[in-house]
């Protein structure tokens, strides 16, 4: 038996079959003290933790790796293809990055995001750890794969779950001491292997519609300068160390305590305000007079802290070599302006010519990444998608629906009793949950008593817990990340197709969608229904303490869909800063050239009223002009 395929198919598969036979089994807690995380976080990252050991102290290190520029790369793009190939791009290298992490040390060592049932991740594994045969108690014999497909409703139905970019830019992983530096360079030249392959891919199709070896140095230059990467890595302190350095991290008016702060506070408790004759020796390193705990996990946020202010650190040292042009000059990238383009105009005329499917701007040039992203997710010229995920090309491009912002603008809903087509404007939404990295500094976290047992609560409330927050923990942190990737994977989708929508990206807090104009609020307000929900259908998600803000952008169906991607973010910053967060912002460019700002928190009454209107508007009782008065 392969011990490694053993363990990652019980890492992968325990607790869904468990789960089928009994479902609350999904939700066993950890602790029944401190209910607030389940016995399958806990142990993932007792797994992960267990290479850690170092004499009778357990000593990771903390890796966070990062990919971009990202908004600008998906934001590059003609058609809505193009948003969508960006956008999995991105997510089919951060699986490879996290692969090669996985590969030396399991998945159990990733904490963000929750690897667990992602099909991109998943998908990665078909032909290797999926590929084993098991016999069921029928008797009938099934792959692990040919069990994930049919768990999803077969290939005609897992097409979604496969092709839904579900990654984001960044992993945070536990490693083993003396190794992340080491499993960092890994998964950044799997990235650059992995672009590598694709760009030979699509470079063989160009080269059969007449590109010639010359623009190849170009070609493979352009490729190897994409994406930067950045990463760092945190060495596990000793306590007075780690606080030391904690408190020399800059200060938040909003969180005079700081990390260090909270995490000083709860040691207190535990080692003063406590009677100590409830002190349990076991959790402390002076057994006699029990007054300096033995729980290193506390310290986790503060670790996480300093890990997170270091990849800012490195992000914001923008060291480059001199750009060597590959070379003579030629005609820059018409969506990045950057790049210098591909081939001749003889090249790009054949291709305009012969591939107008493809190619249907006839003055656009490209260079190679917004080559790539135009070519490699489509089966009718790069058979790259289909074959890496096993699915047959029909499937693929079923799968990706619209390619133009015209059949997102027909799926407009007329007004009630009005003639006419429906409106051709288009809107697309970027959204992003609030104050995340609060979350996993600790400041945002529930108050502490309201996470405990009744008992619990009752006892430590008698001694001093008020007004502490639940400290963030390795397993919280996991089961925290989970809450996001059940948004990604299981509500975002379906709730932006359920608008008329199709959806772009869903990387946990963050979603970008594009959507007929009539229905982006609705949707809007449904995405955060779903991110609010504590628990539903089986799962758990953010919850009710969490919040996001949310940007629209709305334009003519033949706006540049590349302005309208950018104006949606913008707005997105609008509502986070010009409305302080928990809020929606809009922005409409109409056809004559205004634009028109509006926004409001979402627990305003302002989304009810503009609700009524536009209601009395459909209905004939209220002159369109009315809102304009």
């Avoid at 992983?173 to 392959?197: F, K, N, S, Y």
């Avoid at 008992?455 to 400290?471: F, M």
């Avoid at 963030?472 to 989708?493: G, V």
């Amino acid at each position: 038996d392969d011990w490694q395929e053993r363990f990652f198919l019980y890492w992968r598969r325990w607790r869904d079959n468990a789960a089928s036979t009994t479902a609350s089994l999904a939700f066993l807690p950890a602790d029944t003290r401190i209910p607030d995380h389940t016995i399958w976080t806990h142990m993932a990252v007792t797994s992960a933790l267990a290479p850690c050991i170092d004499g009778r102290e357990v000593r990771p290190e903390m890796l966070l790796f990062q990919l971009g520029p990202v908004q600008d790369f998906i934001a590059q793009a003609r058609s809505q293809r193009d948003l969508w190939s960006g956008s999995y791009l991105i997510s089919c290298l951060m699986a490879h990055a996290i692969k090669a992490v996985t590969d030396e040390i399991g998945p159990d060592a990733v904490v963000f995001p929750s690897l667990c049932g992602n099909g991109i991740f998943d998908a990665l594994h078909r032909e290797t750890f999926y590929a084993a045969e098991w016999e069921s108690g029928d008797g009938t014999r099934q792959t692990t794969w040919e069990r994930l497909l049919a768990d999803r409703g077969g290939k005609a139905r897992v097409a979604d779950w496969l092709l839904t970019p579900t990654l984001p830019n960044r992993f945070f992983a536990i490693v083993p001491p003396g190794r992340g530096a080491d499993l960092a360079r890994a998964a950044q030249e799997a990235v650059h292997a992995e672009l590598r392959t694709i760009g030979e891919a699509v470079w063989t199709w160009l080269a059969a519609q007449g590109a010639r070896d010359e623009w190849k140095a170009r070609w493979d230059a352009q490729i190897a300068a994409f994406p930067q990467t950045a990463w760092a890595v945190q060495p596990w302190l000793d306590r007075e160390a780690c606080l030391a350095a904690a408190e020399r991290l800059p200060t938040d008016e909003r969180d005079p305590s700081g990390v260090a702060g909270r995490i000083r506070s709860m040691l207190e408790l535990g080692e003063k305000q406590l009677p100590e004759s409830d002190r349990d020796e076991r959790y402390y390193t002076d057994k006699a007079h029990k007054t300096r705990l033995n729980n290193p996990g506390l310290l986790w946020s503060a670790h996480y802290a300093l890990l997170d202010a270091k990849l800012a650190a490195r992000r914001n040292t923008r060291d480059f070599a001199p750009w060597d042009p590959a070379g003579e000059g030629a005609v820059k990238d018409s969506l990045s302006g950057k790049d210098e383009c591909i081939g001749d105009e003889n090249f790009w005329g054949k291709l305009t010519n012969e591939h107008k499917d493809l190619f249907k701007a006839a003055s656009h040039r490209y260079g190679a990444m917004n080559l790539i992203k135009r070519l490699w997710c489509r089966p009718e010229a790069v058979g790259y998608l289909p074959q890496k995920l096993g699915l047959d090309p029909s499937i693929v491009n079923q799968a990706l629906r619209a390619d133009s912002t015209q059949d997102i603008a027909a799926r407009n809903a007329p007004a009630t009793g009005v003639q006419g087509p429906a409106s051709p404007y288009i809107a697309v939404l970027a959204l992003d949950g609030d104050e995340m990295g609060r979350w996993v500094s600790g400041a945002r976290t529930p108050a502490f008593l309201k996470q405990l047992a009744l008992k619990a609560q009752k006892y430590l409330g008698d001694h001093g817990a008020s007004g502490l927050h639940r400290l963030l923990t390795p397993s919280y942190h996991l089961q925290f990340s989970e809450a996001l990737a059940n948004f990604a994977m299981h509500q975002a989708r379906e709730i932006v197709e359920s608008h008329n929508g199709d959806l772009i990206y869903a990387g946990g807090d963050d979603v970008l969608a594009i959507l007929p104009s009539t229905r982006a609020i609705a949707c809007a307000q449904a995405l955060r229904a779903a991110f609010r929900t504590d628990y539903a259908n089986g799962r758990l998600y953010p919850g009710s303490h969490c919040e996001l803000s949310c940007g629209i952008a709305v334009g003519h169906q033949n706006a540049p869909l590349q302005m309208l991607v950018k104006e949606a973010q913008k707005a997105e910053h609008r509502a986070k800063h010009d409305y302080g967060r928990a809020a929606l912002a809009i922005t409409l460019y109409k056809r004559s050239g205004e634009i028109i700002e509006w926004g409001c928190k979402w627990e305003s009454n302002a989304l009810g009223l503009m609700a009524r209107v536009t209601a009395l508007t459909n209905a004939g009782n209220l002159s369109g002009r009315f809102p304009y008065a």
